[in-house]
């Protein structure tokens, strides 16, 4: 979920807010789930607020698609039509990891 610069920040940002429930070798091989809240708090210290949403029901077969949103300082991005939260949680990562590989 994050590479580089981005996952230097991320360690030592986890390292100095006390998530001594879990070392950082547990944190990435627990689920997904469980890191979303820990990535979120993150990209929060950052100001990349991230949010995911329902957005709208497939036509061809009634299904909810998922939409998720970057704001930040300088940026705001979305895009939308994922299956499940997970699948936006996890596209809304990458591209603010993107994002701050790029400002580094």
Same mark, same amino acid.
């Given at each position: 979920?994050? #590479?580089? $610069? @981005?996952?230097? *920040? ?14 950082? &070798?547990? %944190?990435? @091989?627990? &689920? %997904?789930?469980? *890191? ?11 100001? *990349? ?5 329902? #957005? %709208?029901?497939? !036509? ?8 998720? #949103? ?8 979305? $895009? ?5 939260? @997970?699948?936006?949680?996890?596209? !809304? %990562? ?6 701050? @590989?790029?400002?580094?």
């Amino acid at each position: 979920m994050t #590479t580089g $610069k @981005n996952k230097e *920040q991320f360690e030592e940002w986890y390292v100095n807010n006390d998530y001594e429930m879990m070392d950082l &070798r547990s %944190f990435y @091989n627990s &689920r %997904f789930e469980m *890191q979303i809240g820990v990535l979120l708090a993150y990209y929060d210290s950052l100001d *990349q607020n991230i949010t995911v949403e329902p #957005t %709208f029901m497939d !036509a061809d077969n009634g299904e909810m698609k998922w939409m998720y #949103t970057i704001e930040s300082h300088a940026v705001g991005t979305g $895009k939308c039509g994922w299956e499940t939260r @997970n699948e936006a949680y996890k596209e !809304a %990562f990458k591209k603010a990891n993107e994002l701050i @590989n790029k400002d580094v």
